[in-house]
């Protein structure tokens, strides 16, 4: 097992992203991760693989020095797919963004999710379409006004989290993409997780979207907005854990954390996919969740597709002899 | 007692409603005349619907054998012997009956009600439609299913189902076939039912004495057995051949089989088939979508395995952005298009081969690949492995066609030993120390790229849908670079020619007429060309399975002939391409009613241009 830094995963070529952008903080952390991953799953760099579909995020695995594939418009879950199912024993990730993964792709990244395909997608959302200069994305606010809603979008946004919960996706964290130290956890979480994760992390786009996350990156505001969930730990923060999070009118609630009894104060468990759904409804102004939100492990599809095949191995061996003679055959002398 | 009459052989349909078991019948009295040693085709057709209306005319299910002792090529469109359960099964396939032929009519269904569901406003049985033109036998076969399970402890209804069994005990008695075949099959389906197992073993034995008792018929057939190279035999669809096929490209090549697929009519057969295959190395996978399925293809071909997906015209379109990456990503994909009537959903159950243009240019710039088509159900297995073959050789998405025809029609096939089946080499790229590599350097014989995968230390590279610099494979926007690319790119794929014998024509060499056809029209054309011959006029067939590149002896094989006539299942496809690339004057013989060429038509068509007597 080779000791990589992280210059052993850059592929040397020029990095074409726009000066300022937010993907520049996301490569960095994943080379900076890589190593560390590697090390800890035992892993050669030649068993990592960036699949990614279009858009200024899937430019992302001509960076790194792992194979590569840049593929079709929000179609990367299914390649990928095919790759866990004819070598499972590959790390694959997907690189995507709000329009790849949620408009053209969202269908392929809803099943990829609810069959757990061991994948892991880093969906970079930005909240707009950046490649094709300026157009509102699946996650844009309602009333965006960008070239193609020059009078305010009148689309209603997904929610990326709550739409991976609802796929039933085992593993669904978010990020931010200037916090290298969370973001690099993360993306060691993701990777140690066995079936399909789904990863937002928010990213600005500087040209046409700048300062859309600006409550959660910016030093003086994120303080305020920025929850880290910390499993089995109490939901608190705010300048000096001035807030919390309890469970009012049926959902999650910020409230001033002295006005409740500390036993109030919800604890974050990862293993409640109800919990994590109400986790993910809560936004700026009252709260930006960041961390876990949910973790559960079920069967990886590709684990399932080979124990099938070992099954009907055991039970009768391939013979086309057999085969040939299985239906409706007769010998003429 | 009837006498015999000897005939070489016969054009057998069996049709009724849904509920009328005719998908049974027709496969049980095939199972019998393979056993007895006749060659055969056959034919099953069924509604759209799952559970369509009783009686109406678009719930009928029809199932049609052709056997004989001489070689049989196709299922036949003129039919000898009609079996009709209802009237709607007669509205429906009495035009299909060649003047003369036996009509078999379950009397017990031609009740006023059905005869007016069917769309009758009188009778046919007796108001003048089929007297003096067909040769009519009225069997109540619902009542005497009945009463030959009187003590049976069985509802009246249930007793009825068994009508089937009566129809092909009948059968079996017309034509002096075994039914030992169908009573084990019988004994095996209903083992858990003794009542009913009873009852259609009754019914069978009714239809059998029927025929000998009833004095109806002038007289019974009987055929020899056909002279068939001797070895072991198997009936297979086209749907089960290329499953097989694809088995057997597995296991030839030593590589696991992605097979991703959605369900579509008429292609989904494959996937049940492959999903009992797992053993042979394919992993099945039910994708979300076409688009998915050949996403899923090409990513195992990504990793390093066969990357297959099977669907129908509606899923090829859906393809087709994965078919192009394929071809800019240079990687091996198969895609198997089991054509159905179009556009859009068209007829789902119905034949139609008209796709050839879509496989061929259906895609967005220059994306040129390789096309297959299948000639007949047993040439699925063969034409799933060759397309394996040229696609990991030349590292290129190929297409086969194969239509609803030979998906579901059945022949004997003479199971090939193993030192008959192709091997296929599979090599993967490995690192030359202190070389670097290079993506898209090519081997100077193929031009394909080197297959590096996944896994493999020091071949680390990244690939995608946009234009690689020639050699290097990263990115490149410049002009002349793409123009390079676009040269290679087709150059590869008119390199398949390499590995395409020569044309092989059926008939003379040279002549007046040349029936020219590709993919499931084969049988049908070769027997319109044979009978024509016997009739001593001289009309030649070539059949193409390469549609893509085409053979580079084809142009002056269409020198050597006077005219060429193009049959298809479609509005003139391969004419277009024929007369665009040779500049020959062919015609076309063009039929797009959901079935297979008719070939009586055919052939006063090639009879008229040769110049012929029909």
């Known amino acids: 097992m080779p000791a990589y830094k992280r210059e052993d995963f850059a592929s040397g070529q020029e990095v074409r992203w726009c000066p300022g952008c937010g993907d520049y903080a996301v490569l960095a952390a994943v080379q900076k991760a890589m190593p560390e991953i590697c090390s800890e799953l035992g892993l050669t760099k030649e068993r990592v693989v960036f699949i990614s579909g279009i858009g200024c995020s899937s430019r992302f695995p001509y960076y790194m020095s792992c194979y590569g594939f840049h593929t079709v418009h929000g179609r990367a879950p299914a390649i990928a797919t095919g790759i866990k199912v004819a070598n499972p024993d590959l790390l694959v990730w997907v690189v995507t963004g709000d329009g790849d993964s949620l408009s053209i792709g969202g269908n392929h990244t809803l099943h990829c999710l609810r069959r757990n395909v061991g994948v892991k997608i880093l969906m970079f959302n930005n909240n707009i379409y950046g490649l094709t200069k300026g157009q509102y994305s699946p996650t844009s606010p309602k009333g965006k006004v960008t070239k193609s809603s020059p009078l305010g979008s009148v689309d209603q946004p997904v929610n990326p989290v709550a739409f991976a919960l609802g796929c039933g996706a085992g593993l669904v964290l978010r990020a931010v993409d200037r916090d290298m130290a969370h973001l690099v956890e993360m993306l060691k979480a993701a990777a140690r997780h066995p079936g399909a994760v789904y990863v937002e992390i928010l990213q600005n786009c500087v040209v046409y979207n700048d300062g859309a996350f600006r409550f959660v990156m910016d030093p003086a505001q994120k303080p305020v907005h920025a929850l880290y969930l910390k499993p089995g730990g109490p939901m608190v923060f705010g300048p000096e854990g001035r807030f919390a999070l309890v469970w009012k009118e049926g959902r999650l609630s910020k409230v001033e954390k002295a006005s409740v009894p500390e036993t109030s104060v919800v604890r974050h468990d990862p293993a409640n996919r109800t919990q994590a759904f109400a986790l993910s409804q809560l936004w700026h102004p009252e709260c930006v969740p960041l961390g876990v939100f949910h973790r559960a492990e079920t069967p990886v599809y590709e684990s399932e597709v080979l124990r099938l095949e070992s099954e009907a191995s055991a039970k009768s061996p391939a013979d086309l002899k057999a085969l040939f003679r299985s239906g409706l055959s007769w010998r003429v002398q | ?614």
């Open chain 2, 1 to 614: 007692m009837p006498g015999t009459v000897q005939t070489e052989e016969a054009v057998i349909r069996f049709a009724g409603d849904s509920g009328d078991g005719m998908q049974l019948a027709g496969l049980r009295f095939s199972d019998a005349v393979a056993w007895s040693g006749q060659d055969l085709a056959t034919l099953p057709e069924y509604p759209a619907e799952i559970r369509a209306p009783l009686g109406t005319t678009y719930g009928v299910s029809s199932f049609q054998v052709r056997f004989g002792s001489v070689e049989i090529l196709s299922a036949g469109s003129s039919l000898d012997v009609l079996v009709v359960m209802n009237p709607a099964a007669l509205k429906v396939h009495l035009p299909d009956l060649r003047p003369g032929g036996i009509l078999i009519v379950n009397e017990t269904a031609f009740e006023e009600k059905a005869v007016k569901k069917a769309g009758f406003s009188a009778d046919p049985l007796t108001d003048g439609t089929i007297e003096g033109r067909w040769v009519l036998h009225k069997v109540p076969m619902g009542r005497l299913v009945v009463e030959a399970g009187a003590d049976l402890d069985l509802a009246p209804a249930e007793k009825s189902k068994a009508r089937n069994l009566f129809a092909v005990g009948l059968i079996s008695w017309l034509f002096q076939i075994p039914t030992a075949s169908t009573e084990g099959f019988v004994r095996k389906k209903f083992a858990k039912s003794p009542k009913v197992l009873d009852l259609n073993l009754r019914a069978l034995a009714a239809g059998h004495a029927y025929g000998e008792t009833a004095e109806l018929f002038e007289h019974r057939f009987q055929l020899r057995p056909a002279e068939m190279p001797p070895g072991d035999y198997a009936a297979v669809t086209g749907n089960t051949a290329l499953a097989w096929g694809l088995a057997c490209a597995a296991q030839r090549s030593g590589r696991k089989l992605v097979y991703a697929a959605y369900p579509i009519t008429p292609a989904s057969e494959v996937l049940h088939e492959v999903n009992k295959l797992r053993s042979f190395g394919i992993r099945p996978v039910q994708a979300e979508d076409e688009i998915a399925a050949a996403g899923m293809a090409l990513g195992a071909s990504f990793a390093g395995e066969l990357g297959v997906t099977v669907t129908s015209g509606p899923g090829l379109d859906l393809s087709s952005e994965m078919l192009g990456l394929a071809v800019m990503a240079e990687l091996p994909l198969v895609l198997v298009d089991v054509q159905r009537a179009g556009p859009s959903t068209g007829l789902p159950t119905k034949n139609e081969a008209s796709d050839l243009l879509a496989a061929l240019y259906g895609r967005h710039g220059e994306a040129p690949l390789v096309v297959l088509a299948a000639s007949s159900p047993v040439d699925c297995f063969w034409t799933a492995v060759e397309a394996v073959r040229l696609a990991v050789e030349f590292m290129t998405p190929v297409i086969v066609l194969s239509d609803g025809y030979l998906a579901n029609c059945a022949e004997p096939w003479r199971i090939p030993g193993p030192e008959d089946l192709p091997s296929i080499e599979v090599r993967h790229a490995s690192a030359i120390p202190g070389t670097p590599f290079k993506p898209y350097a090519r081997d100077p014989k193929t031009g394909a790229r080197s297959w590096a995968v996944p896994g493999t230390p020091g071949l680390e590279h990244r690939i995608g849908g946009l234009e690689k610099k020639d050699v290097e494979g990263t990115v490149n926007y410049e002009p002349a670079n793409h123009e390079v690319m676009t040269l290679l790119r087709e150059g590869k794929i008119l390199g398949v020619r390499g590995r395409i014998p020569p044309c092989e024509v059926f008939g003379e060499a040279s002549g007046d007429l040349l029936l020219l056809g590709w993919g499931g029209t084969f049988g049908s054309i070769r027997g319109v060309a044979k009978r024509l011959g016997e009739k001593g006029v001289k009309v030649s067939h070539l059949h193409l399975r390469h549609l893509h590149p085409l053979p580079s002896d084809l142009g002056a094989v269409l020198a050597r002939f006077k005219k060429v006539l193009v049959p298809e299942v479609n509005r003139g496809q391969l004419l277009k391409v024929i007369r665009s690339f040779y500049l020959v004057d062919a015609q076309g013989f063009l039929y797009t009613r959901g079935r297979p060429l008719n070939e009586a038509e055919l052939e006063a068509a090639a009879c008229a241009l040769a110049g012929g007597e029909a």
